[in-house]
């Protein structure tokens, strides 16, 4: 499976970006698919994750309220909109597709600014 995020770049405190990772390959094999981040000196770290349906999402505890995911299955494409950012949330956005018993894809990452 290969992914490519867009959408990233830079924003004022406030302000709001969507991010958009679209898959290809064997889509099919995936079983989730996520959000994650990594600041400069940081681990990287879970922002969101969706099921294949959409039924289920998980949040981390910085983005609720703030952030929210999404999927379009006939377009093998995530989302994540983001609202209300805020300068700690600047980081490199990674989309990951879970995809059970094989190894995890991860796209390249797009970078997200958010000026103070």
């Known amino acids: 499976v290969q992914l490519v995020e867009s959408g990233g770049g830079l924003v004022q405190a406030g302000g709001s970006l969507r991010l958009s990772c679209a898959a290809s390959g064997s889509t099919n094999s995936i079983i989730a698919m996520g959000w994650y981040r990594q600041a400069p000196g940081k681990q990287r770290e879970l922002v969101a994750t969706i099921t294949k349906g959409g039924g289920t999402t998980r949040y981390a505890d910085s983005v609720k309220g703030r952030f929210t995911i999404s999927r379009d299955n006939a377009k093998n494409t995530m989302y994540l909109q983001m609202n209300s950012l805020k300068p700690e949330d600047t980081a490199v956005y990674y989309c990951?597709?879970?995809?059970?018993?094989?190894?995890?894809?991860w796209g390249q990452g797009t970078q997200v600014t958010v000026s103070s």
């Open positions: 990951n597709a879970d995809r059970g018993f094989r190894e995890p894809s």
